[in-house]
Structures are given as C-alpha cells and as structure tokens.
T-cell receptor, first 111, second 121 residues
Framework: KNQVEQSPQSLIILEGKNCTLQCNYTVSPFSNLRWYKQDTGRGPVSLTIMTFSENTKSNGRYTATLDADTKQSSLHITASQLSDSASYIC??????????FGQGTTLQVKP | GAVVSQHPSWVICKSGTSVKIECRSLDFQATTMFWYRQFPKQSLMLMATSNEGSKATYEQGVEKDKFLINHASLTLSTLTVTSAHPEDSSFYICSPIRTSKDGSSSYNEQFFGPGTRLTVL
C-alpha cells in the first residue's frame, strides 16, 4: 500500500534554531517527492520538488534531502524564524501521477 | 510561480443550503483540476479530478451528486456542495495543473489554491 509517514507529528523550537523533519514513504513506482508549507487556513505552497536522481535541493533556508534507496526524505530548516510556524507536508508522486500526502508536521517557532 | 485564487475564502451557511466555490487559475490555463478537502489536523484528501469539458472523476466515497464539479473553461472550475450538512464543514482546496514545455518535452506542475473554509451550521 502506498503510504507517506512523517515525523515528528509536531515540533516546538526557539527562534534561530535549526530543525529537521522526516518523511518515510512506501510509494512505488516513484516519480518525485515534494515538500510543501501550509500556513493555517491557507493552501499548500511548494518548497522543493525532487526526482529519483536528486539527493538534495535547497530553497533559501529550506534544504530537502532524498535517499531513494531507503525511501527517506528530510527537510532541514536553518535559522528558524517565527514565520516558519506552519504545517510541513511531504507529498510523494506515484508514476501514474497520483499524489500521496503525508499527515504533516506542525512546527511552532517561539521567540 | 502560478497564481490560483479561490472564492469565497470562507463561508458560513445553514444546513440544507448549497454553496458554490470558485477556483481560478489567473495566469495559466489548467486542463486538469483536482479538488481536495482537509479536516482539522488531517492531510489533504482528494475528492475528484476534472478535465476541462469532461465529467469529473470522483474518488471512492465521494458522492458525485452532492459535490458538483464544473470545469467549463481552462481558467475556471467550480465545486458546489449541495444540501450541505454540518459534516461537510471542512477546508476545500482546488489544485490546477499547469503543463509546461522544456525543450521538446512537456511536464506537469501542480499548484494549490488558498482554500475555502466552509462551516455549515
């Protein structure tokens, strides 16, 4: 069964600190893996998209990694800001185009 | 990036009434549109897929007569929740697909609207 699992479910960090969010998936065959940021009451906004052959991709203070062999991905946030408080969703695209969504990690950055 | 708008951004209605949600892709044409709903603290759940000019394909468990989808143009899709009940209260998000070209090949990009919060009393 195609699944995407994220951990932790929620996370609280202090402003300025770094954090890493995890995503494990069992989707096969795999097309690409995406990380989205979803602010409360808003639609998801794309942070990174990685295909099978890409190991890492950065978008400002966000760096995503992908290990297609172990089917794991991580999203690292550097020097967190209060505006980083949001849900971060890992989404894996199967080759037929269907998106499999993770449950998300809720990040709260405190001053 | 691509600009996607939804209207209204939030709506409160009485049980039994119908609510129409509009989704527009403002700077690109979307042949395919996905509609999702999201309950509190849960992930997005795909409701249906629609292609311009065709009938929508609904996911298992989603009533097509209750959630009417119209994708009459490449820039506008609507979702109408008919005879809404409190259990239909949710966050509804549209997601249009933009097809782009990279040399001789084409690829699809999926974007999300800002969402519509529906509360049925």
């Amino acid at each position: 069964k195609n699944q995407v699992e994220q951990s932790p479910q929620s996370l609280i960090i202090l402003e300025g600190k770094n954090c890493t969010l995890q995503c494990n998936y069992t989707v096969s065959p795999f097309s690409n893996l995406r990380w989205y940021k979803q602010d409360t009451g808003r639609g998801p906004v794309s942070l990174t998209i990685m295909t099978f052959s890409e190991n890492t991709k950065s978008n400002g203070r966000y760096t995503a990694t992908l290990d297609a062999d172990t089917k794991q991905s991580s999203l690292h946030i550097t020097a967190s800001q209060l505006s980083d408080s949001a849900s971060y969703i890992c989404v894996v695209s199967a080759q037929e185009g269907k998106l499999i969504f993770g449950q998300g990690t809720t990040l709260q950055v405190k001053p | 990036g691509a600009v996607v708008s939804q209207h209204p951004s939030w709506v409160i209605c009485k049980s039994g009434t119908s609510v129409k949600i509009e989704c527009r892709s403002l700077d690109f044409q979307a042949t395919t549109m996905f509609w999702y709903r999201q309950f509190p603290k849960q992930s997005l759940m795909l409701m249906a897929t629609s292609n311009e000019g065709s009938k929508a394909t609904y996911e298992q468990g989603v009533e097509k007569d209750k959630f009417l989808i119209n994708h009459a143009s490449l820039t506008l899709s609507t979702l109408t929740v008919t005879s809404a009940h409190p259990e239909d209260s949710s966050f509804y998000i549209c997601s249009p697909i933009r097809t782009s070209k990279d040399g001789s090949s084409s690829y699809n990009e999926q974007f999300f609207g800002p969402g519509t919060r529906l509360t049925v009393l």
